[in-house]
Structures are given as structure tokens and as C-alpha cells.
């Protein structure tokens, strides 16, 4: 990062070419905890030096006053680009209306917020948690994107495949986003089993999105395989094995097609890592809940 914030008018040619970026992206981060400012830089240096991530991809929320500027810290010390969030959560309240007009405020006010967020997400799973009806949904999308259209900082949903397929593609909002943002969680497959099995799996998404993206660019960006199962994490499948070795495969399987994702139209397939940490979802994280790696990681940014 500069050591000031620059003009304005470096805005448009900020940003790495999205057609450009493929392979590893970085981590989805979990701020429900509110980690406080010295937490984040701390982390997010981590992230950065050590896996040499590009991006860091929220998820949760944190309704704490000032919450976004700390996130913006440290993405601004570290040189990490930011998927910003919405969050809507689980329970079809309306709290998503105040979060969605708090970072907006945030992305205006604060002169650091748009050298640092690459995209604003609205998520997550709105679509198969019944949150808003796509329709409205892409009305969203359309809103949020003029509103920040100043800042250069485009929109997108982040969602299953599934998610759009239950209602009928909701090609609507697959038009609205600037880019497609996808859930690829292969062990809730009713055909899962091992993880180095599942590349027919997310072959078998991404299809979808090839076929109905209109050759946007696409992410993994909640994308991982537990290593635990929990309350919330269920297969739907007899025969899906979490445990850490299919963490740790499933991993390993994306990064040996890193050459068929960059093949995939739009620029290739950027892809995440789910989760920083077992103490922010249990189950997907590298690090346990001591902070030890659960197996070595370091895949790769390019091939």
C-alpha cells in the first residue's frame, strides 16, 4: 500500500484485471467474535505473509459502531484486498437493512474503504435461505451497485448453485451481480463420499454458473470440506467422511486443477479457503481452535 491515500483518479485502474485472477484467493473470516482492531492486523498479516492471500472474504457479522473502519486497517497495513459483506443470517428478520446502510455509510466516509474492498456481497445464501425473493434481491443488487458506482465497488450475492436452480435460475439476479460469487460445499451432496471424489461435484455446479453467468467472473468463496461434523453441519449423504484428511484432500484436489479452473471462462476460478479458524466455524478451519494448522497449506497462486 502507498504510504497515503491516493487521488481519486487512480481509482479505475486500481485493481488487478479480474480475468487475471485464478487459483488461491485467500480466506473467508468469520467476524461474528468482533475481533478487535489489534486482533485483525494481527491476523490478517498472517494471512497475507504467510499464505500469501490476496483477499480476505467476510462472513458473519459484527454490529459493533466502527467495526468496518477496523477491518479496513487492517486490510490497508497488510495489502489485502476485501469482500465485503451483508450479512442477513438465518432468522428472516429485517436487521440486514441497518448493516446494509451502516457499510455503506462506512464505505463513503472512510477514505481508506475503497482501495481495499474489491466487492460488496450481499449473503449469505440469501436465495436458499429464503431471505428475499430474487426479484427483490436483484433489486438490491441494482441499488447497492448505483449507490456505490463513485466508489468503483461493484456487488454480487453469495450463494449455492442451488440456490439460484430452487427458483427457477433467478436469472434476474445472475444478470444484476458484476460478479458470481459461489458456495461450493461438495460434501452436502447427496452424492458425497470422500473428497477426492467430488471434483465431478463441483464440476457439476460450476456448470451451471458457465451456462447461466454470462461469462462473469466467478469465485469459491465459501468453499471448503469440514473435518468435523456439528449441529448445523450434516451431510446428506451416508457415505460423506468428514474428518481432517478430507479437509486437507479436498484442498489438495482443487489446487491439482488449478489448470482447468484457469481455463474457466471470464478468467478462471478464483477459490477460498472456509474457514481462517476452527474458533470461527468448527470444523472448516486450517488453524484448530489453538491456533496449531491442521495440515500444511500452501496452495498455489497461480499456474
Given amino acids: 500500500m502507498p504510504s497515503e491515500v491516493p487521488p481519486d483518479s487512480r481509482l479505475s485502474s486500481w485493481w488487478c484485471d479480474p ?22 492486523i494481527s491476523e490478517f498479516q498472517d494471512i497475507r505473509q504467510h499464505f500469501d492471500s490476496r483477499y480476505v472474504r467476510l462472513y458473519g457479522f459484527c454490529d459493533r459502531e466502527g467495526f468496518y473502519d477496523d477491518i479496513v486497517e487492517a486490510a490497508w497495513q497488510n495489502g489485502l ?33 475503497k482501495w481495499v474492498t ?22 438490491q443488487v441494482l441499488s447497492a451497485k448505483q449507490n456505490l458506482s463513485s466508489l468503483h465497488i461493484p456487488v454480487t450475492v453469495s450463494e449455492l448453485a442451488f440456490g439460484y436452480q430452487e427458483r427457477g435460475g433467478a436469472q434476474d439476479v445472475l444478470d444484476a451481480i458484476d460478479s458470481i460469487n459461489i458456495h461450493m460445499l461438495p460434501f452436502f451432496s447427496q452424492q458425497a463420499s470422500i473428497a477426492n471424489n467430488s471434483w465431478p461435484l463441483v464440476l457439476q455446479d460450476l456448470q451451471f454458473f458457465i451456462d447461466n453467468g454470462n461469462g462473469k467472473k466467478m469465485y469459491f468463496d465459501e468453499n471448503g470440506w469440514p473435518s468435523v461434523t456439528s ?25 491439482s486443477h488449478c489448470q482447468d479452473l484457469k481455463k474457466v471462462v471470464g478468467g478462471g476460478v478464483g477459490w477460498f479457503a472456509h474457514i481462517y479458524s476452527d474458533n470461527q466455524e468448527p470444523g472448516y478451519g486450517i488453524y484448530d481452535k489453538n491456533g496449531v494448522l491442521k495440515f500444511a497449506f500452501s496452495p498455489r497462486t497461480s499456474c
Avoid at 474489491?118 to 433489486?139: C, I, K, T, W, Y
Wanted: with cysteine; proline share 6%.
Fill in 19 to 40: 480475468a487475471t485472477e485464478y487459483a488461491f484467493m485467500g480466506f473467508s473470516y468469520e467476524v461474528t467474535a468482533c475481533q478487535s482492531r489489534t486482533q485483525l
Fill in 81 to 113: 484486498g476485501v469482500h465485503a459483506l451483508i450479512w442477513f443470517g438465518f432468522d428472516g428478520d429485517d436487521l440486514w437493512i441497518g448493516r446494509r446502510d451502516v457499510l455503506f455509510a462506512a464505505l463513503h466516509a472512510n477514505p481508506k474503504a
Fill in 231 to 255: 449441529p448445523g453441519v450434516q451431510p446428506n449423504s451416508p457415505d460423506a467422511v468428514a474428518d481432517v484428511q478430507n479437509e486437507h484432500d479436498y484442498y489438495v484436489l482443487l489446487d
Fill in 118 to 139: 474489491r466487492v460488496l456481497q450481499f449473503g449469505s445464501e440469501p436465495l436458499f435461505d429464503n431471505v428475499l425473493p430474487h426479484d427483490e434481491l436483484a433489486a
